[in-house]
Nanobody, 119 residues
């Protein structure tokens, strides 16, 4: 298993930026897929972005394309989510998750970090 710890959330005005980090421990993320998800109050958790660790290929949900960037640092075993041009509708708890088997199943989750975007 892997332990995931998110950080970097906070309060920001609309149009601002934040960078979330997800540090992994317990095993290397090589060969896995890492994802970011979010859950707004009263809504179901939704997929935001993912990165295939070895190839570095990325995929985003339509609502964040062109504004968010997912990346990883092999040496630090850490995945990032750079969020620019933030909107109030981006307000949510953001979670990182690991699909260690690269099979579409995210079995390890962090505790989440709150992102609040004021208008």
């Amino acid at each position: 298993q892997v332990q995931l710890v998110e950080s970097g959330g906070g309060l920001v005005q609309a149009g601002g930026s934040l960078r979330l980090s997800c540090a992994a421990s317990g095993r290397t993320l090589s060969g896995s897929t890492m994802g970011w998800f979010r859950q707004a109050p009263g809504k179901e958790r939704e997929f935001v972005a993912r990165i295939r660790w070895t190839l570095g290929s990325t995929y985003y949900t339509d609502s964040v394309k062109g504004r968010f960037t997912i990346s990883r640092d092999n040496a630090k075993n850490t995945v990032y989510l750079q969020m620019n041009s933030l909107k109030p509708e981006d307000t949510a708890v953001y979670y990182c998750a690991a699909d260690l088997g690269n099979n579409g199943s995210y079995g390890s989750w962090g505790q989440g970090t709150q992102v609040t975007v004021s208008s």
